[in-house]
């Protein structure tokens, strides 16, 4: 029985399998995936304009996840948060950063990266300003992760 909807975004680039070996993962054979329980909790809880103003979550904004898995400014692969592993885009643009997260899920059953969660900051961020984020509230560790960033977040 499914519970929820599943969407096939496409298989991990070389870029991230190569960045995730070097820290003991194995992402051969994985795809990213989003779902449909991802994209209620994202509206749910990033996407109501009179909380969030320019940086509310859109229907179109779930458009522009494939581009930044595929290329995104910066990466982090396998921050840990309550015991899960999680690779951590973000995608810089003029006046907005978008930052996206996935879940490695790697068992007998499922081989995915799938979606957790997604928001957007009304500003351009570096690496370091996405790495305070990240951990700002000392749930998420990065401090066994990979850092990918390609100079421009």
Known sequence: MQLFDKAVIGRPAQWLIEAAAEIGLNFAGFRHE?????????????????????????????SRIPDI???????????????RFYVIYAKTEPDMTYVYFEQILDSHRYRVLRGSTFYKITRPL???????IVTWNDKTDISGAAVVSTGKA
């Open 34 to 62: 989003t779902t449909s329980d991802f994209k209620r909790h994202v509206i749910k809880r990033h996407g109501n304009p009179a909380i969030h103003g320019r940086a509310t979550i859109t229907e179109a904004d779930f």
């Open 69 to 83: 898995v595929k290329k995104p400014d910066s990466a982090i692969i396998g921050a840990t948060r309550k015991g």
């Open 126 to 132: 570096v690496i370091d300003d996405i790495k305070k």
